[in-house]
Structures are given as structure tokens and as C-alpha cells.
């Protein structure tokens, strides 16, 4: 990540998303289907097509693709709300996340073990998943990762009141993935790819007809339940060298 000017990319994300935060929190009641499209329209602005590189010319590409109520009679369950994939083909560098959104109050979060749960089925899958919350009353936006949060629902508790507050910032989260210091990557120490799950939901789903992906090594095929998605929205960035 050292060829990416990481402090243009974060200033650019942390201001629209802190614009469209406001904008979340002035049309209440706030609800996390709203701030999810916010979200998602802030990050896959395509007008971000500017040179982020730190000594050399990048430039990025965003791609979105929904997966919205695309199964039998709308039931389909998600493991996330949000994936979002940075991918860098000429460093052989690709990663993904997967976010599940919750509101908070007074930074405390209500969380279902049953979601907790789906996004924890298959380890590659819960090595990249987080919980985004953000503040109904304080409009600060914290992350924490899928694996820390299991382990703190006690076992035959459907839910359980989180304090979020310490979790961390969406900056420090930000700086943390991109440096490959929390979630799972592409390394070879880390658990199989999700980007070929990602684009074989998408290609079956009929959304397109081909997607372009960068292998990093050969990896076994997953199978996930029927109606399962990964998540409901797919932003891909590819940062190309010119």
C-alpha cells in the first residue's frame, strides 16, 4: 500500500462520509437501510477517478454491483451489508471487508447473535467481517471485527447491548485494514479469497455477464447455502498505475 497516497484517499472518504452522516441524522427517525444508502452512494462515486498515487500516477476505477432481494420471494439472508474490495493488479494486492451496519445510541448497539452468526459460518468469510455502527446522537462512526464480537455474546443469548464507544474510529479502522493489520487479505497465511464468491453470486445471479478479477493464488470452491449472500452491495476499487 506504500504506492497509494493513503491520507488523499482517507480525507476524501472521511469528509463525504461525515456530510452525508449530518445529512443521515437530520432526516429523522434514522434508519440503518438509509445510512447503508448513503453510504454506499458516497463511496461509489465514480467522480473519485483522481491520481491517488504517492510517487507514481494512480488512478481509480469504481465498480458497484447490488444484490438487493435477489432470491425466491425476497428471503435471502446476508452475511454483510457492505463489501468493499481495494484491488491493486500490478502489486498482485487484493482485500476485501465485509460491513454489517447498526445504528447506535449514546454509543450502545443491540446485536442479533443470528446475524452475528451468518457472517461466522465459514472462516474466510469471518476473518473479513466487521460491525460498522454509527451514532444516532453523537453521529461518531465505530468498527468493530465479527471475530471480537462472538466471542462477547454468551452462549443461548439472542442478543446483547454492545458499548462501542472504544471500539475503533472509522479512521483508525480505515489505516488499520489498509495496512493489513486487522481482517483477513490475500496473503498466503490468510484464509481463501472471497472476491471469486463475490463475482460467482453476481455472474449466477444474472447481474452481468462476466467480471474482471485478478487471481491471486488457485483456491477450493465454497459452497454457501441456497439464498445466502455474501453481502447486499459490492463496491470495488482498483487502483491501476498509468
Not at 58 to 63: C, P, T
Request: include cysteine; proline fraction near 3%; charged fraction near 30%.
Amino acid at each position: 500500500m506504500d504506492n497509494l497516497n493513503v491520507d488523499k484517499i482517507l480525507g476524501v472518504m472521511l469528509r463525504e462520509i461525515q456530510n452525508e452522516t449530518r445529512k443521515w441524522l437530520a432526516g429523522r427517525p434514522c434508519s440503518e437501510e438509509a445510512f447503508l444508502n448513503r453510504l454506499t452512494e458516497v463511496l461509489a462515486k465514480t467522480r473519485r477517478n483522481c491520481d491517488v498515487g504517492n510517487t507514481e500516477a494512480y488512478k481509480v476505477e469504481v465498480k458497484q454491483y447490488i444484490l438487493h432481494r435477489k432470491g425466491k420471494n425476497q428471503t435471502d439472508k446476508y452475511g454483510s451489508d457492505l463489501a468493499v474490495t481495494i484491488s491493486i493488479p500490478d502489486l498482485k494486492f487484493s482485500k476485501t471487508s465485509l460491513l454489517q451496519l447498526k445504528k447506535s445510541e449514546n454509543y450502545k448497539a443491540q446485536l442479533l447473535r443470528d446475524q452475528i452468526q451468518q457472517a461466522s459460518q465459514f472462516e474466510p468469510i469471518k476473518q473479513r467481517s466487521f460491525v460498522m455502527t454509527v451514532d444516532e446522537s453523537r453521529g461518531g462512526i465505530k468498527v468493530n471485527s465479527i471475530t471480537n464480537i462472538e466471542k462477547d455474546i454468551p452462549i443461548g443469548q439472542t442478543s446483547k447491548t454492545f458499548e462501542c464507544e472504544e471500539w475503533d474510529t472509522l479512521s483508525e479502522w480505515i489505516i488499520k485494514w489498509m495496512s493489513c493489520k486487522v481482517g483477513a487479505g490475500n496473503t498466503a497465511k490468510d484464509p481463501m479469497p472471497i472476491e471469486k464468491l463475490l463475482t460467482k453470486q453476481i455472474i449466477n445471479d444474472g447481474e452481468i455477464d462476466q467480471l474482471e478479477f485478478d487471481d491471486i493464488y488457485d483456491s477450493n470452491e465454497l459452497k454457501l447455502p441456497e439464498d445466502f449472500f455474501l453481502t447486499k452491495s459490492w463496491i470495488k476499487y482498483t487502483f491501476r498505475k498509468e
